[in-house]
């Protein structure tokens, strides 16, 4: 069935440093894909998302771009602030999965200032 | 523009003790979900809702997990009797249900629930 793996955290970086959380995805036809975003004590809340290969997502300095050759959804960050700490999770939106989104285990990643 | 509410936030139950959970999505949303998040995972899919019907409902455990949405507005998940295994938090989330799987999911804040 349609599944998503994303890199295990914690993650801990430091201010201004480059981010990269990788994400690749099994899925049957052409899923959406998306970041979503939980912040401490916050619900989750839609980064990005992209509905096609080759599209990129991109919000609040983070970017993802949809690799159907790969799989992959990896999203990136040129510059990371200690507000961006939080948990992010890859998600797929399949046809072929009546309609729902399937989560990764999610990523917490804390900046250090 | 309100989002998607959820009450209780938080909840402590005994096992064997029922629990109902209630959410109200954001007004116009057709498609309603429930999810339940284990701690360190990401949310699943319990039951879907469009309208009024449940169109997706594998994943809950219907021996004793229930749910409705009445008027297809607001929802109700009902677990009677509850397992140490149920604490998790509840998620309800809301779609406008225009374009299945590519639909923006909006989320409440969840209820947590520990059951002892």
């Known amino acids: 069935g349609d599944s998503v793996t994303q890199m295990e955290g914690p993650v801990t970086l430091s201010e201004e440093a480059f981010l990269t959380i990788n994400c690749t995805y099994t899925a049957t036809g052409y899923p959406s894909l998306f970041w979503y975003v939980q912040y401490p004590g916050e619900g989750l809340q839609l980064l990005l998302k992209?509905?096609?290969?080759?599209d990129k997502g991109s919000n609040k300095g983070f970017e993802a771009t949809y690799r159907k050759e790969t799989t992959s959804f990896h999203l990136e960050k040129g510059s990371v602030q200690v507000s961006d700490s939080a948990v992010y999770f890859c998600a797929l939106g399949s046809y072929s999965s009546a309609s729902k989104i399937i989560f990764g285990s999610g990523t917490r990643l804390s900046i250090r200032p | 523009e309100a989002g998607v509410v959820q009450s209780p936030r938080y909840k402590i139950i005994e096992k064997k003790q029922p629990v109902a959970f209630w959410c109200n999505p954001i007004?116009?949303?057709?498609?309603l979900y429930w999810y339940r998040q284990n701690l360190g995972q990401g949310p699943e899919l319990l039951i879907r809702?469009?309208?009024?019907?449940?169109?997706?409902d594998s994943q809950l455990p219907k021996d004793r997990f229930s749910a409705e949405r009445l008027k297809g507005v607001d929802s109700t998940l009902k677990i009677q009797p509850a397992e140490l295994g149920d604490s998790a938090v509840y998620l309800c989330?809301?779609?406008?249900?225009?374009?299945?799987?590519?639909?923006?999911?909006?989320f409440g804040p969840g209820t947590r629930l520990t059951v002892l």
């Open positions: 007004s116009g949303h057709n498609t």
């Open positions: 809702y469009e309208n009024e019907e449940a169109v997706d």
């Open positions: 989330a809301s779609s406008l249900g225009t374009s299945g799987g590519g639909d923006e999911q909006f």
């Open positions: 992209a509905t096609k290969a080759d």
